[in-house]
């Protein structure tokens, strides 16, 4: 040891010991001393992470939540939804209605249609798409021309929202949308897919494609093509004839990309894994009980963060968990359909580690039953149930007592103090209802239409107001301790396997240590029938926190190892403080290719 480090050592020492108060036995963080002396790179870290610092526990809060309705009549009901990288959300709903509460606007011409009654021809001058822009509140009409009413998506690498499939002339369809401008719309490749797409599911990959699975009577899946070009092939998957019953109940089944490059898929109440480069099934799952899950039974499903900033060093190593709630009986939506009766929801929810040598299902109970509710992943890790209904099912008019209340669930703390009950809406947000993540860490709600058509008059009115959400860490008291990300000083590009660095500010700061921050990147969904596909929250390996200036801190972080943990695309990367997020700074992962 030089001597420069034995003094350093011996003032350290003398600090640490100045702290401890006798009586109570308590550590206290002395005032920052300025040494006058040349620190050496490592020493100079070392003392920004100062030894009688302890790792501290999430902020608390009694704040339970807060509704706003931000847009009084956006025009469109929310039936799919993704928010772009351009923080302008893409909002779509079906053409077979033939008519929304938003016109095109003068000048633009409106689709001709053959009406199915009549076999005449007519002109449809609605539109059945938005632009919703987050920062204004202000919507855009978009126009779709083929009906993709309950089709599925995803958000390309390069920022372009990919829709697949859709009803009648839509379900072979192909929908590209990226930029936006005045004049940016829809770009549509008809009969671009091989098996017709309702009730599909897309899944991006660790190479950044897309592929499509399921459907009505759709046994298979295919792999998304480049835009202009026909899908090659349709694979029949056997495991989606096995797990369709009198209701189907497998539709839109719920897909997770692994950190092994491997498809989790879920159907009905029953699960494997499928490796989507050999086309092969590598492994199966237990039965989950209780019921159905998938459309339109209509659970919910995530997949749990997935945490790099342990010892991650290997594919082995990296912990993949994947957690389902909610749905209901097999025969729930044929009862409700055939006797207007509506049965009970699922009240469970389920956990199961897909990584593990031996998976099992861990079953809790939720605060309240819920059928095709959201469930988000949010920036510090919690997950949060939204929208849906007690009772009834999926389908135009087959579901009561809408469920008012979000439930928030935080996976890390012990089984039985997991959930809690937030502040209800007084909106009800059941059939075709959605909601997103934003930037700010709110959360957009809009849409319900439980009706074949628009309706102002009903028990349940077609719902184009949207509404914010406030989940309990944006309660104002925290924030004093609200991360402030400086993006002129913050990597936006990121490699993999490469290390960046990431500056940001805390009104509060003080002493920080690695353990009192996260950064964390969210893949923001697409989001339709209670089901967010391409959802995930990755947590970063981050090195030590260095304090620049007062209340202003850097730290290095390693760009994930593999594209499995997080596929090349746009990301919203967050800096949580003991629970407490920033806003979002939009990155994109290139991929190594």
Known sequence: MTPLQKVLLILTNLLFLASVDAKQIRYTIPPRVEIALPILGPIEQKLQQPLWAIKKPDFETGFNGKWEVINADSGVSAMQIILMPTNKIIVYDATVYRTSRLRYPEGVPCVPYIDMNSKQQMQDCFAHAMEYDIETNQVRPLKVTVDPWCSSGGLAPDGTLISSGGWNDGAKTLRYIRDSCPNCDFRESIDALQDPRWYSTQQILANG???VIGGRKAYSYEFIPKEGQKSAKAFFFPFLYETSDIDENNLYPFTHLLPDENVFVFANNRS?????NTNKVVRTFPVLPGGSRNYPASGSSALLPIRLDYNNTSLQTIKAEVMICGGNTPDAFIIAESTKVFLPALQDCARMVVTDPIPAWDIEVMPSRRTMGDALILPNGQILLINGAKNGTEGWWDAEEPNFEPVLYSPDKPKGQRFKVLNPSAIARMYHS??????????WVAGSNTHNTYRDVDKFPTETRVEAFYPPYLDPNLDKFRPQILQEASAKILRYRVRFEIQFSIPEGGYL???DIKVTMYS???????????????????????????GVYKVGCSAPRFPG???????????????????GMWVQIQNAA
């Open 209 to 211: 494609e897309f592929m």
């Open 565 to 583: 943990a997080a596929p090349p695309g746009y990301y919203l990367l967050f800096v949580v403080h003991r629970g407490v997020p920033s806003q």
């Open 513 to 515: 240590v690695k353990d």
């Open 524 to 550: 923001p969904p697409f989001t339709t029938h209670g089901y967010s596909m391409n959802q995930r929250l990755v947590v970063l390996k981050s090195g030590i926190i260095i304090q620049t200036t007062k």
């Open 434 to 443: 959605s909601s997103a993540v934003l930037p700010s860490g709110k959360i």
């Open 272 to 276: 494997l894994l499928l490796n989507p």
